[in-house]
């Protein structure tokens, strides 16, 4: 798994996606509209924090939204994050680890998922979680037990709170956000034998190119609200869906 200070330059990244099999993608056009040197497509918390990174690098960002307001399905949830050893946890007597929090991530999921991928996920959004707190100096409200936790570990922020300071800092360093503009395609660089930008459309239906010079980062979330894809890989949750 990547480290967050290298994941941006790193190929895996800069060739995401990339593969032999161009005809799956929008060849690259002869002229773009803008480049970058990184999209991020979605404006959730992911995609977001992914541009607080990006700007921290000084890179030349661009995030692309669908919808006209950021957050996406972040501003839905419950806003509980999962992170271990935190100031706040010491300040509150909680004494918890990577090591614990290891150990019951395997526990709830049955020892089918990925020991690395969860050590990768608690070392960086630990780093995340420390921007957000120190740097930014937003403090969760509580912090609580959830998903099979041993000890309190689920912090909690308001997320329109999380979403609106994030959108803040990315403006301010110097991010494009673009909403009302979703991405259509990846498009396909011979040069690069890989991924070399994004076909976009904005709210006027004008499609657009944009050149990612480092690569594309998809933060676009799943598709638990789209009837069609949830009939076709998932029906089931078709009628959880319902239900909610």
Not at 8 to 32: C, D, E, M, N
Not at 40 to 65: F, N, S
Not at 144 to 154: C, D, E, F, L, N
Not at 225 to 242: C, E, H, I, W
């Amino acid at each position: 798994m990547l480290n967050r200070r290298s994941f941006l330059k790193t190929g895996v990244i800069s060739t995401l996606a990339a593969t032999s099999q161009a005809h799956a993608f929008t060849p690259a056009p002869q002229k773009w509209d803008a480049e970058y040197d990184i999209i991020i497509i979605g404006a959730g918390d992911g995609g977001l924090a992914a541009g607080c990174l990006a700007m921290q690098k000084g890179l030349k960002t661009l995030i692309l939204e669908k919808t006209a307001i950021v957050g996406g399905s972040s501003l839905l949830c419950g806003g509980k994050w999962a992170v271990t050893d935190t100031v706040d946890q010491h300040e509150r007597g909680i004494v918890d680890s990577d090591e614990k929090a290891l150990a019951d991530m395997l526990k709830t999921g049955q020892y089918k998922n990925d020991p690395e991928l969860i050590k990768a996920y608690l070392k960086e959004t630990k780093e995340h979680y420390n921007f957000i707190r120190l740097e930014r100096g937003i403090k969760p409200t509580e912090i609580t037990h959830g998903g099979g936790s041993t000890v309190p570990r689920a912090h909690n922020f308001p997320p329109p709170l999380l979403v609106g300071d994030m959108k803040k800092y990315v403006l301010e360093k110097g991010a494009d956000l673009k909403l009302n503009t979703p991405a259509e395609r990846l498009v396909w660089d011979n040069e690069l034998e890989g991924i070399g930008g994004v076909k976009a459309k904005n709210k006027d239906g004008q499609i657009l190119y944009f050149k990612a010079k480092k690569g594309v980062l998809l933060a676009a979330g799943g598709f638990a609200m789209n009837p069609k894809m949830l009939q076709r890989f998932n029906p089931l949750m078709l009628k959880a869906q319902a239900r909610a």
